[in-house]
């Protein structure tokens, strides 16, 4: 493995659990999906178990809950590592502003 490509999961993995903390930190409860098929993650708040399912492939949907919302957060691994965040449902932009600020900073000093 390269430097390069450690840094890459590096940065994935720093944004996953940040995204991953503060989605827990406002009430959700995460659910992992992998090619659309459910995975032993259902309804978790465990962010040792989230990451370690949530970034074991090339891609994962991560279903987010709470008693007022629910969303999803499609994380793509493998390209800059700060762009790792492929898509997600926009009602949880307010719930992911440290997750955002963070892929943009590491953004900055990849570049």
């Excluded at 992992?32 to 090339?58: F, K, L, M, Q, Y």
Aim: charged content about 30%; some cysteine; proline content about 2%.
């Amino acid at each position: 493995m390269s430097l390069t490509t450690e840094k890459r999961i590096a940065m994935e993995k720093r944004i996953l659990k940040t995204a991953i903390e503060e989605l827990i930190s406002h009430g959700f409860t995460i659910t992992i999906r992998h090619d659309g098929e459910p995975t032993d993650i259902n309804n978790s708040t465990d962010v040792a178990a989230i990451i370690e399912e949530a970034h074991g492939v090339d891609e994962c949907h991560i279903d987010v809950k709470s008693e007022t919302e629910q969303g999803l957060v499609f994380f793509v691994y493998g390209n800059d590592g700060y762009d790792c965040i492929c898509d997600y449902t926009v009602n949880l932009k307010p719930y992911l502003v440290e997750t955002f600020e963070l892929a943009d900073k590491l953004e900055l000093e990849s570049d």
